[in-house]
């Protein structure tokens, strides 16, 4: 049996309308008058800028596919979160809108994750632009020699090719490792967000400042390592080998990097 989605999509605006609080009128009460829970029809129109006909004929499947334009003037009128309004566009036989940049909050949760880690492993947090947005005190004390300055100071890519203290961190193997992941991941970055400034001017940095970067990019390579192994340089312990594991926080674009000790066999 097929699935009429366009009842899907209707009756998903009737439920989003009858959750929604009446606009408040002095010395009135939102719901004098009203039959109904939510707003009338009328009042989300007028909120989405659209007309009243049409808007009962989305609710009661009579329009064809609504534009995108119009689902994001409902999603807007609806005050839905990111979750809801790519809902409302997959029942409207739409593709969920890409996001234009990685969100700069870290979940609360993720940040007790992180922490609670301190004294097992380290760990650290970044943004779909490869900018690291926290890490705990055991990824701080191992990654200082990657620390950077100035406007892409955080960016891993840029620390890649510009930080002094990389083989100081990586043996040759893992300079290798690390070089081939930062420019694949920037690739992935720029297609994913083709109009951020940011990632368009660390580009422009790193072309001019870094011949590496520069050959690196043109070999154009593009791929996804979410395991790997890797030896690194403890301050205090030497060369430790770990197991990193990349966990991804999607709706914001996070990344979350563990660096799991291996332990000896």
């Known amino acids: ?61 009579r329009a064809t596919r609504p534009s995108r334009d119009v689902l994001a003037a409902l999603a807007r009128a609806f005050g839905l979160s990111k979750a ?89 193997d893992g300079v290798e490792q690390f070089t081939r992941v930062a420019v694949s991941e920037l690739r992935t970055a720029l297609g994913r967000y083709p109009e951020d400034e940011y990632l368009r001017s660390l580009f422009d940095e790193l072309v001019a400042v870094s011949a590496a970067f520069r050959a690196r990019w043109e070999q154009g390579e593009i791929g996804a390592w979410r395991s790997a192994f890797k030896r690194l340089r403890h301050p205090s312990l030497g060369w430790v080998s770990v197991d990193t594991e990349m966990l991804h926080d999607p709706e914001p674009d996070h990344w979350i990097m563990l660096y799991a000790p291996r332990v000896p066999s």
Do not use: K, W
């Open 84 to 172: 809801e309004r790519d809902h409302l566009f997959r029942l409207a036989g739409e593709s969920a809108p890409l996001p234009t940049a990685p969100d700069h909050r870290i979940r609360p949760g993720i940040l007790r994750l992180l922490h609670s880690l301190e004294g097992v492993m380290p760990a650290t947090v970044h943004d779909g632009r490869l900018d690291v947005l926290a890490l705990n005190a055991d990824a701080a004390g191992l990654l200082g020699p990657l620390r950077g300055e100035g406007p892409y100071g955080r960016n891993i890519v840029y620390q890649c090719f510009t930080a002094s203290g990389l083989r100081d961190l990586l043996d040759d």
């Open 1 to 61: 049996m097929v699935r009429d989605t366009r009842s899907d999509l209707g009756g998903y605006l009737r439920h989003r309308r009858a959750e929604m609080t009446p606009p408040s009128r002095p010395g009135v009460a939102p719901t004098s008058h009203r039959r109904v829970p939510g707003l009338r029809r009328q009042e989300l129109a007028d909120l989405a800028g659209l007309s009243v006909d049409y808007y009962i004929r989305l609710e009661q499947g």
